[in-house]
């Protein structure tokens, strides 16, 4: 596709449940990027993958929170055991090289998660 | 804590006039600096970045860094209705791999016709 695609557009799940959140970069992406927006506030970055490998995971709130990328490409964002606080605009963004200097990142239209 | 603070608004300004939005940061290491332009319910977009002190233009908009203030703004000359969306700020201080952004609160500008 010609940009990044995330799946699915919304998402409402029940407190406790789980919830997989999907990302597609721009195909040849190297850098991935998870924020998370909650209403009126700016994005809040999650975790990076360069590759395969999660290289900064130091903004996911806690344990229930986890991503993979298994093949460097496709991107999916975990989280168990869902609250109500957990509720947001979970966004994607990628790269080609990593890093944004000198290099824009393209956001993804995000996936809204409403827990009730 | 790394902070970047911007007035949350609404700016208002008329159609044709300029908007001057502003933003500071906490973090001397500071490196890069990104304007992304937030239309509601659609993803952020970027307008502009700059990295040295000073000014950078690109069309209607110029960007200016003061790095020892820790300021930086985006100037948007004869603003038009289009132009009304939340304008982010975002910071990049450099020294970790990824090179993520710590985004302000973003301000919501208002052109009005």
């Known amino acids: 596709g010609a940009g990044v695609s995330q799946t699915p557009s919304n998402k409402v799940t029940e407190k406790g449940k789980y919830v997989e959140l999907r990302c597609d970069p721009i195909s040849g992406h190297t850098a991935l990027y998870w924020y998370r927006q909650s209403l009126g506030q700016g994005p809040e970055f999650l975790i990076y993958f360069q590759g395969t490998g999660a290289a900064d995971d130091s903004g996911l709130p806690n344990d229930r929170f986890f991503a993979v990328r298994p093949e460097g490409s496709v991107s999916t964002l975990k989280i168990q055991r869902t609250e109500r606080g957990d509720s947001a605009v979970y966004l994607c963004a990628s790269s080609p090289h990593g890093g944004f200097l000198n290099t824009e990142a393209f956001f993804g239209q995000g996936t809204r998660l409403t827990v009730v | 804590q790394k902070e970047v603070e911007q007035n949350s608004g609404p700016l208002s300004v008329p159609e044709g006039a300029i908007a001057s939005l502003n933003c500071t940061y906490s973090?001397?290491?500071?490196?890069?600096f990104f304007w992304y332009r937030q239309y509601s319910g659609k993803s952020p977009e970027l307008i502009m970045f700059?990295?040295?002190?000073g000014d950078k233009e690109d069309g209607r908009f110029t960007a200016q860094l003061n790095k020892a203030s820790q300021y930086v703004s985006l100037l948007i000359r004869d603003s038009q209705p289009s132009d009304s969306a939340t304008y982010l700020c975002?910071?990049?201080?450099?020294?970790?791999?990824?090179?993520?952004?710590?985004f302000g609160g973003g301000t919501r500008l208002m052109v009005k016709p």
């Open positions: 973090d001397r290491g500071s490196q890069s």
């Open positions: 975002a910071v990049n201080n450099g020294d970790n791999a990824g090179n993520m952004l710590t």
């Open positions: 700059i990295y040295s002190n």
